[in-house]
């Protein structure tokens, strides 16, 4: 799906999200999400995520063009880390194919293509 602003593809491979000493997330059917001038996103289907590491949080954020994000904790052995993963339950039109997706900060957490 594509519009002016944002394009949503598959992501080719099989790419996997490592934290705390584990993999938590592996996929061959993630998807890369580019908006405007932004590095691209890997977006894990949940079915794909270990789902027993991630704790809801109560931060959310707008995008104007993807809409309301809801924000998980990834429960590590090493502690927990603060609002690393998010996902967007129901995105505007734009964005409807990441529904449900999760997508992890690149600086809290290894995404990687294995």
């Not at 894990?44 to 954020?61: G, H, T, W």
């Not at 924000?71 to 129901?90: C, D, L, M, P, Q």
């Not at 992890?104 to 995404?111: G, L, P, W």
């Amino acid at each position: 799906m594509a519009n002016e602003r944002i394009t949503i593809k598959p992501a080719t491979g099989t790419w996997v999200v490592r934290t705390g000493g584990a993999v938590i997330a592996e996929s061959s059917n993630a998807l890369e999400l580019r908006e405007g001038d932004y590095p691209p996103v890997i977006y894990f289907p949940r079915e794909d995520v270990a789902m027993a590491f991630l704790d809801e949080s109560d931060q959310k954020s707008t995008c104007p063009f993807k809409g309301e994000a809801s924000y998980f904790h990834i429960a590590a052995k090493s502690g927990r880390i603060e609002n690393a993963v998010w996902s967007y339950e129901t995105p505007l039109d734009a964005a409807k194919d990441i529904a449900g997706y999760l997508a992890f900060y690149t600086d809290k957490a290894a995404v990687e293509r294995v």
